[in-house]
C-alpha cells in the first residue's frame, strides 16, 4: 500500500492527484484543466528548452536544424502528445499496467507492456544525468550571487565552467543536493506546492527571458543570432542532425517515456485533451526559441563558437550578466528559475518509476523513492565522471559502406551514449510504439470518445499518428544508423 501519511497530504491540497496508482475508481484527479496544462508544462519546460536546444543547435549548424525540430514538433511531438495522454487518461494507472490494461481491453498482447517498461528504465536513465546538469545550474547560484563573474571577459567565464566541471567531488555534491530534492517532493508529493511553483515561476521565468531578449538585442549582434536560428543552411544539415533534431522533439516535449500518460491519467474525463496539448507545445516551444534568441546574439557578439557544446550557456549567459544593470540579481535570479524549471520536470521524469515500482513490489511512495533515488544517484556518477576523470573514455561507433562513414557515436562519453541512447533511440521507439497504438490497434471508437475533437481534426490526427509520425521516425532511424546503406550493400543495389 502507498504511504498513507503523504496520500491524506496529497489529496487534502485538493489541488493534486493521490498517490494511489492501484485504485483506479478513487483515483483523485487534477482540479481544472489549467493544472494540468501546468504540470505538464512544468514537465516539458526545462533543461531541455534552455540548456540543450541551443547547444544541439550549435552544434548542429544553426536554422536547418531548427526548422528540422520545428517540423517534428508540429507534425510527430502534438500528434504523439494527443495519443500519450490520452492512453494515460484512458489507463488511469501507472505507464506498465496501463498498457498491458488498454492491449487487453482492445484484445491485443500484454506484451504492449514492456513500452511502459522501456519509459521507466528512459526516466531513470534520463534523471541520472539530468540530475548532474541541474547541479551545474544550481552551482551558478552562488556564483552569481557573490559576483564571481563581474568584469569576466570570456575567457575568464570559461575558466569558470572548466574549473567546475573537473572537480568531481563538487558536481557530486551538487548533483546530490538537486536530487535530494527531486526525491523530497517525489517521496512526500507535495505536489500543490509544486503546482504553485510553476504557476509563479513560470510566468517569471518567462519575463526574465524577455528582458534577456532585450539585452540579446543591446548586443549588436541580434540579426546576427536571428539569422543563424532561421536561415536554414541545408549543407549543415547532417542525418545525425535530423536524427538529433527528432530526438530532441521528444525530449523537450516529455514524450515517449509514460511521464505524460502518467499526467494524462489524472486528467479529468470532460477536458480537451487537443487544447491542453497545444497549449503545452506551443509554451515549450516559445521557451526553446526565446532561449536561442539569447545565447546566439551572445555568442557572435564575444566571437564565442556556437559549437561549445554542453557548457555553451554556462559560457555565455554570465558574459551578458556580467556586462548588464543589476546582472548579479538577474543572473541569480535566472540560475535560481533554471533550477526551479528542471526540478518540476525531473519530478515527472521519475513518477513512472514510482508509480510502477509501488504497485509492483506493494511499497510506499516513500521507500521507492529512497530506492529509486540511490540508483539515480550511482547511474549520476557515470556522467560527473564524464566531465574529468573519465572524459578520456569514449567510444567511436561507426558503419562504413561504400556509400560511405556513418557516424553513430563519436568520441562519446559516458555522458554522451547516455544522451543518445535515451534522446535518440528509447523515446522516439516509444513514441513510435504510442502513435501504432493509439493510430491502429486501439478500437477507434475509444480514440474518438477520448479525444472528443471535430471530425476533420480527428481524421487529421489519425492521419498523422498512423502514417506521417511512424512513417518519419522509421526513416530517420533508418537513415541515421546506416541501416538503410548497410542493406543496401548487402544486397549489391
Ligand atoms: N522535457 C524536459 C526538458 O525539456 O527539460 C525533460 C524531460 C522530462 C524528458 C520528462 C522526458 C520526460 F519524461
Redesign the pocket.
Known amino acids: 500500500m502507498p504511504d498513507s501519511a503523504s496520500s491524506i497530504k496529497e489529496s487534502s491540497s485538493h489541488q493534486s492527484p493521490t498517490n494511489q496508482p492501484e485504485n483506479t475508481s478513487a483515483r483523485e484527479q487534477w482540479s481544472s484543466r489549467m493544472v494540468f496544462i501546468l504540470a505538464a508544462t512544468g514537465?516539458?519546460?526545462?533543461?531541455?528548452?534552455i540548456w540543450?536546444f541551443p547547444y544541439i543547435t550549435g552544434e548542429n549548424g544553426g536554422g536547418a536544424f531548427v526548422l528540422v525540430y520545428l517540423l517534428c514538433i508540429a507534425s510527430i511531438g502534438v500528434p504523439i502528445m494527443m495519443a500519450e495522454v490520452m492512453l494515460g487518461r484512458r489507463g488511469r494507472n501507472d505507464p506498465v499496467t496501463t498498457m498491458k490494461k488498454l492491449a487487453r481491453e482492445s484484445g491485443h498482447s500484454r506484451a504492449w507492456g514492456l513500452l511502459g517498461w522501456m519509459g521507466v528504465i528512459a526516466?531513470f536513465l534520463?534523471l541520472s544525468y539530468?540530475s548532474v546538469i541541474a547541479g551545474w545550474a544550481m552551482a551558478y547560484v552562488p556564483f552569481m550571487a557573490s559576483g564571481t563573474f563581474n568584469g569576466l571577459d570570456a575567457a575568464g567565464v570559461n575558466t569558470v565552467f572548466s574549473d567546475l566541471v573537473s572537480h568531481p567531488e563538487t558536481l557530486i555534491f551538487w548533483h546530490t543536493s538537486f536530487l535530494f530534492l527531486t526525491m523530497l517532493v517525489v517521496a512526500r508529493g507535495v505536489r500543490g506546492g509544486l503546482e504553485k511553483a510553476v504557476t509563479y515561476l513560470m510566468p517569471l521565468l518567462f519575463a526574465l527571458l524577455i528582458i534577456l531578449i532585450f539585452y540579446a538585442i543591446d548586443t549588436g549582434a541580434f540579426q546576427k543570432g536571428v539569422a543563424y536560428l532561421f536561415t536554414p543552411d541545408f549543407s549543415k544539415l547532417t542525418t545525425e542532425g535530423i536524427l538529433s533534431a527528432m530526438g530532441h522533439a521528444f525530449?523537450?516535449?516529455?514524450l515517449g517515456?509514460g511521464?505524460i500518460m502518467v499526467y494524462g491519467s489524472y486528467l479529468p474525463a470532460k477536458t480537451s485533451i487537443a487544447k491542453a496539448s497545444f497549449a503545452v507545445a506551443f509554451m515549450d516551444t516559445m521557451v526553446a526559441l526565446m532561449a536561442g534568441l539569447i545565447i546566439f546574439p551572445i555568442v557572435f557578439a564575444n566571437s564565442l563558437e556556437p559549437s561549445a557544446g554542453p557548457g555553451l550557456i554556462f559560457k555565455t549567459l554570465p558574459l551578458a550578466f556580467g556586462q548588464m544593470d543589476y546582472g548579479a540579481l538577474f543572473g541569480t535570479l535566472f540560475f535560481i528559475l533554471l533550477v526551479f524549471a528542471?526540478w518540476t520536470?525531473s519530478i515527472?521524469?521519475i513518477e513512472p518509476a514510482i508509480t510502477w515500482g509501488m504497485k509492483t513490489f506493494q511499497i510506499s511512495r516513500v521507500k521507492m523513492a529512497v530506492f529509486a533515488g540511490i540508483f539515480v544517484w550511482l547511474s549520476g556518477l557515470l556522467t560527473v565522471f564524464s566531465f574529468n576523470l573519465t572524459s578520456d573514455l569514449t567510444i567511436t561507433s561507426t558503419i562504413s559502406t561504400q556509400y560511405g562513414e556513418f557516424v553513430i557515436l563519436k568520441n562519446a562519453t559516458a555522458f554522451d551514449f547516455l544522451d543518445y541512447l535515451t534522446s535518440n533511440i528509447m523515446l522516439p521507439l516509444g513514441g513510435l510504439m504510442i502513435a501504432i497504438y493509439a493510430g491502429w490497434l486501439m478500437k477507434k471508437e475509444y480514440s474518438r470518445d477520448e479525444l472528443d475533437i471535430s471530425r476533420a481534426m480527428y481524421a487529421l490526427w489519425l492521419f498523422l499518428v498512423r502514417f506521417i509520425a511512424p512513417l518519419m521516425v522509421v526513416v530517420v532511424f533508418l537513415n541515421a544508423m546506416g541501416v538503410v546503406a548497410f542493406i543496401r550493400t548487402i544486397m549489391g543495389v
Open positions: 514537465s516539458a519546460v526545462g533543461l531541455g528548452n540543450k526516466g534520463i539530468y525530449f523537450t516535449l516529455s517515456m511521464a528542471a520536470s515527472s521524469l
